[in-house]
């Protein structure tokens, strides 16, 4: 029995091989930090964390993407992959520059999917428009960052918007059929699990099309590393969290593709909890956990 739909699989039976995805950097800012809705970002944000470790951000994407592609075709046999613009808030320009750095993929035959990360309130009409134009080409996805469908907890986190704007955009992105994966953290600050099963009950009655789900984890340099060296912020142990992904995973649809169950900082900037480094041994202590309940992703939605 398949314990959850996950992004790896379904590459796999789309492509017929393993695709590997490549975090890019464009340069682009965030609206949490430029001043326009703020300027110290979410509380749990580091800046120089939010690009993936091999992404130089002095780099042009096109670079970025030749080199990430001969690195990962010699020590992976990789060869075929998904541009991911990763770092900040990759909707957040002009239509014109926003269409001259994704046409950077259209120079790589080997990239079969395009993925752009982005806010919810950083999205309109024409910049879909713009997205939903790769369609014919690749495997194209929105990733918005969610987090909590909370409005108490996402002004908690100073995250700049509500669960008004994150619908919004949910349903403009429905209008041009680009399948949306929303991303979610588990443990932020007040927090209950009832509140974090309700965000799961939430996305799964949305029909949303994938989710990421995150480990809320203590960056050097946020806020959230202040309020939790007072004592007055938290993070889960690794038991709490992986009895809270099964119970996340049992309320979700099982047509929803899982594209992430944790998540971690870089770890010379990451503080807190230190279990979260070793990603591979809370995933499967996931898949563990879902055996012994004898569950499965969307044991608890009634079809």
């Known amino acids: 029995m398949k314990l959850y739909n996950d992004y790896n699989s379904y590459l796999r039976s789309k492509y ?3 695709v590997y995805r490549i975090g890019l950097d464009a340069g682009f800012s965030c609206p949490n930090r430029d001043g326009t809705k703020g300027t110290g970002g979410c509380i749990y944000c580091n800046e120089d964390a939010s690009r993936a470790s091999y992404a130089d951000p002095k780099d042009p994407v ?26 900040f808030t990759n909707t957040y320009a002009p239509l014109d520059k926003l269409k001259a750095i994704y046409d950077n993929v259209l120079l790589f035959k080997e990239v079969v999917g395009l993925s752009i990360g982005t ?3 950083a999205i309109d009409r024409d910049k879909l428009r713009l997205v939903s134009s790769y369609k014919d080409r690749y ?12 409005d108490k ?12 704007d994150f619908l919004a955009a949910f ?11 929303a991303h979610v953290i588990l443990g932020l600050p007040g927090e209950t699990r009832d509140d974090m099963i309700a965000t799961s009950k939430k996305i799964s009655e949305l029909k949303i099309g994938g989710v990421k789900i995150h480990l809320l984890h203590i960056l050097k340099g946020s806020a959230l590393e202040k309020l939790y060296n007072e004592g007055k912020s938290r993070v889960l142990d690794q038991d709490e969290y992986v009895e809270l992904v099964c119970d996340f995973l049992e309320n979700l649809s099982k047509d929803i593709i899982i594209q992430r169950l944790t998540g971690e900082g870089p770890s ?14 809370t995933i499967n202590k996931i898949g563990e956990t879902l055996k012994k309940r004898g569950s499965f992703q969307g044991a608890n939605v009634i079809s």
């Open 16 to 18: 017929g091989c393993k």
């Open 62 to 87: 096109k670079k970025q993407l030749r080199d990430r592609i001969g690195y990962l075709k010699k020590s992976k046999g990789a060869w075929k992959f998904i541009a991911y613009f990763q770092a």
């Open 119 to 121: 806010r919810p309130d």
């Open 139 to 150: 495997e194209v996805w929105v990733e918005y960052g969610l987090q909590s469908i909370h």
């Open 153 to 164: 907890t996402l002004n908690t986190i100073n995250r700049g918007h509500d669960f008004k």
């Open 171 to 181: 349903k403009l992105a429905k209008e041009f059929d680009i399948p949306v994966c």
């Open 268 to 281: 010379d900037m990451h503080i807190a909890p230190l279990w979260a480094l070793d990603k591979i041994n």
